[in-house]
């Protein structure tokens, strides 16, 4: 019943910008993260966001660059990323729970498909 659904990838360059989304669906708030995975690399936790918005957390390797918001009125979720270096490249998704912060993959339970970014030479 609960279903997260992201878009907004596509092909990037070193030092670009791109804003992802999440839809979600079949639940009301709850706390949510983004999540990317490289080729031959671990799924990383880049940022997270409470289910009221007055807290964040981001991974040291997006802090500064990189900021996670939510739309209360459509339960959307956002990734801005700015500043893009070639570890972007990655397949991104979003993941909702009910735990806290935290940025480990265990800490949700329901994922999204994924949104695929890449580098453009």
């Known amino acids: 019943q609960v279903q997260l659904v992201e878009s907004g990838g596509g092909s990037v360059q070193a030092g670009g910008s791109l804003r992802l989304s999440c839809v979600v669906s079949?639940?009301?708030?709850?706390?949510m993260g983004w999540f990317r995975q490289g080729p031959g690399k671990e799924r990383e936790g880049i940022a997270s966001?409470?289910?009221?918005?007055?807290?964040?957390r981001y991974s040291d390797s997006v802090q500064g660059r990189f900021t996670i918001s939510r739309d209360s009125s459509t339960n959307a979720v956002y990734l801005q990323m700015n500043s893009l270096k070639p570890d972007a490249a990655a397949m991104y998704y979003c993941?909702?729970?009910?735990?806290?912060?935290?940025?480990?993959?265990?800490?949700?339970?329901?994922w999204g498909q994924g949104t695929q970014v890449t580098d453009s030479s």
């Open positions: 993941a909702g729970g009910v735990s806290g912060l935290s940025l480990g993959v265990g800490n949700f339970q329901w």
């Open positions: 079949g639940v009301g708030p709850v706390y």
């Open positions: 966001i409470s289910p009221n918005a007055a807290r964040t």
